[in-house]
């Protein structure tokens, strides 16, 4: 039994403790523990013999060594098989649940003795979860909604867990004798906004001799995290990380990386399309190579930039391969030269400590000064979210006032004072006009009630839109990805108002929100709409998230001058007061 298989055990019996509504402590204790196994460099069953060795690891108590060496001795941990027995394990699933907790999950199994999802879900259509304390009728409705919400989204992730599990195993696999080159190509590398499992690609020595290529892979499986090989042949192992994403690791000769790359990026729309491209052209295009279609000798397969080249096309970058006019505009040498991370001069979208950030004006403008911006804007909540500590009138002048301070005495970047006002249910926004005449920028968003109807939603926006204060519409649909589905609205009749006014739309680059999508980030530039590009920081570490946002952009073909923050300080100013 190896490290992974002993945390995963842990971690199990941990989630099973507190839907047994055991103590807290205990329950930390097994995750400690798990979290400390998982990433021990020896093997535990090295060690089991000798449990002071044991107790040295951080996290191990005499406790945990009992139990440890009860699973080696019987194959089981006591408490985790007792409740396993009690439990059934289909009650781990309903964890992934929104809105079903392990104090829930609890009550449903005391009264139905019910432990798995189709029968809470048969519950809940019967009308049965309503009936048990602290439900309700309209509890229930959303239970079955995130029911529905997670056999809709299972198995997806967002952008930054799938980046930062690819960048871990880039690392990881580098570091083997004989790995050249490692790349992750697939839904990842198009930017997609959200990620179903991860293709690795890894070329080099170790992918062209036996003796290096088991080397690798026996280095590959010691991957912390990594829970069950699902498959390993000659040239791919398919495994499943702990939080349930499958990686497919596929080895390849220096020949034919390029044409891996690209078959294995995506998307298969544009494959098919290329293909097509290819045979017209006497060429047959495959994961290997490009190749002869009489000969079958290769004539293209070492990068992407030859087979694109061989085609008669320029290099289509990555983010528009989902056939959608990239390859006539390729062939015709038409792409636009999209939006790169250096064009941003300014994030100005966030909070500090005076609402609910965690940072000073002071320490966020150092983090944009650092990250090489002219400018920044503080945006801090309005006084609708209270429980965000937002600001009153009265507080946001003198909020103003701090960050107009803060300014002179920071040097090397502009600091704008902004806030993020409330869209009320009428469209009202939720600060005096007097006040908001004073901001630099002025971002309105939708922050509760988000069950109003199409057309009262729309009229709701078209006001704010309409309203002379309104510089931006923060995350203009309200989606939180693999959460909450965006409000209903005619985001058409908003845009044109939009274009109007000369109110711009936000990207709100936060990974969970990626809002608006790259299919509306096309409809605004269609209706002549700017965009704003922001992170929504709350945390100075959350500005390394803007490069999300210039994915998407680059996937919906903006440009630089389709982007506010783009310009130099004094032209942005001017834009948000309506100038661009």
């Given amino acids: 039994m190896d490290n992974k298989a002993i945390a995963g055990i842990l971690y199990e019996t941990a989630d099973l403790l507190e839907i047994d509504g055991q103590d807290s402590f205990r329950v930390r204790s097994y995750r400690n523990a798990a979290q400390a196994i998982e990433a021990l460099p020896q093997q535990v069953a090295n060690l089991i013999e000798e449990p002071k060795k044991l107790l040295e690891i951080p996290g191990i108590g005499k406790g945990m060594v009992a139990n440890l060496q009860h699973l080696f001795k019987e194959g089981t941990v006591e408490v985790h098989a007792e409740l396993l027995k009690k439990?059934?394990?289909?009650?781990?699933?309903?964890?992934?649940?929104?809105?079903?907790?392990?104090?829930?999950?609890?009550?449903?199994?005391?009264?139905?003795?019910?432990?798995?999802?189709?029968?809470?879900?048969?519950?809940?259509?019967?009308?049965?979860?309503?009936?048990?304390?602290r439900m309700g009728e309209k509890h229930e409705q959303k239970l079955l909604k995130a029911i529905e919400d997670y056999r809709r989204i299972g198995g997806r992730f967002l952008l930054d867990v799938a980046e930062e599990l690819a960048g871990k195993l880039v690392e990881h696999l580098l570091a083997a004798p004989g790995v050249e080159k490692v790349t992750p190509a697939g839904s990842l590398r198009r930017g997609r906004e959200t990620v179903g499992d991860l293709d690795i690609l890894v070329t080099g020595k170790a992918c062209a001799q036996a003796e290096a290529r088991q080397e690798m892979v026996e280095h590959l499986l010691r991957f912390p995290g990594l829970m069950e090989v699902i498959a390993q042949g000659e040239n791919k192992i398919s495994f499943r990380q702990r939080n349930g994403m499958q990686v497919d690791v596929r080895l390849l000769p220096p020949e034919s990386f390029g044409a891996a790359m690209q078959y294995f990026t995506g998307s298969k729309a544009h494959n098919i399309a290329l293909r097509q491209r290819a045979l017209k052209m006497g060429y047959t295009l495959s994961e290997y190579s490009l190749a002869d279609l009489e000969t079958e000798r290769p004539v293209a397969g070492k990068s992407e930039e030859e087979i694109y080249s061989k085609l008669k096309l320029?290099?289509?970058?990555?983010?528009?391969?989902?056939?959608?006019?990239?390859?006539?505009?390729?062939?015709?040498?038409?792409?636009?030269?999209?939006?790169?991370?250096?064009?941003?001069r300014g994030d100005v979208h966030m909070h500090t400590v005076e609402t609910d950030g965690r940072n000073t004006i002071e320490e966020m403008a150092e983090a944009a000064r650092d990250r090489g911006y002219q400018y920044m804007a503080i945006t801090d909540h309005s006084k609708n979210?209270?429980?965000?500590?937002?600001?009153?009138?009265?507080?946001?002048?003198?909020?103003?006032?701090?960050?107009?301070?803060?300014?002179?005495?920071?040097?090397?970047?502009?600091?704008?004072?902004?806030?993020?006002?409330?869209?009320?249910?009428?469209?009202?926004?939720?600060?005096?006009?007097?006040?908001?005449?004073?901001?630099?920028?002025?971002?309105?968003?939708?922050?509760?009630q988000f069950n109003q109807d199409r057309d009262t939603m729309t009229e709701r926006l078209l006001k704010a839109v309409a309203n002379p204060n309104t510089s931006v519409i923060g995350h203009p649909t309200g989606r939180l990805l693999l959460r909450r589905d965006a409000y209903p609205f005619d985001l058409d009749k908003v845009l044109v108002a939009a274009a109007k006014h000369k109110v711009a739309m936000e990207l709100n680059a936060y990974p969970d929100r990626l809002d608006l999508c790259d299919v509306h980030l096309r409809m605004a530039k269609q209706h002549g709409v700017k965009i704003v590009i922001n992170t929504d920081s709350h945390h100075t570490s959350h500005m390394e998230k803007l490069h999300y946002g210039v994915t998407q952009a680059r996937r919906a073909w903006l440009t630089k001058d389709d982007v506010l923050n783009t310009l130099p300080p004094q032209r942005f100013a001017k834009a948000m007061k309506h100038g661009w």
Avoid: C
Avoid at 94 to 110: D, E, H, M
Avoid at 320 to 342: D, F, T, Y
């Fill in 385 to 448: 979210l209270a429980f965000a500590n937002g600001l009153t009138d009265e507080r946001a002048l003198a909020h103003i006032e701090r960050i107009r301070a803060a300014e002179k005495k920071m040097k090397g970047i502009r600091i704008f004072a902004g806030i993020e006002v409330d869209i009320l249910t009428d469209g009202a926004l939720d600060l005096s006009d007097s006040v908001l005449e004073q901001m630099d920028i002025v971002i309105a968003s939708v922050h509760s």
């Fill in 87 to 133: 439990y059934r394990p289909s009650m781990l699933e309903l964890l992934k649940i929104q809105g079903l907790g392990p104090k829930t999950i609890a009550l449903i199994w005391s009264a139905y003795q019910v432990s798995d999802l189709d029968g809470v879900e048969k519950l809940a259509r019967e009308g049965k979860i309503r009936t048990l304390p």
């Fill in 314 to 344: 320029d290099l289509i970058p990555p983010e528009l391969r989902e056939n959608l006019g990239e390859i006539e505009a390729a062939a015709n040498h038409e792409l636009p030269e999209l939006l790169v991370l250096a064009d941003i």
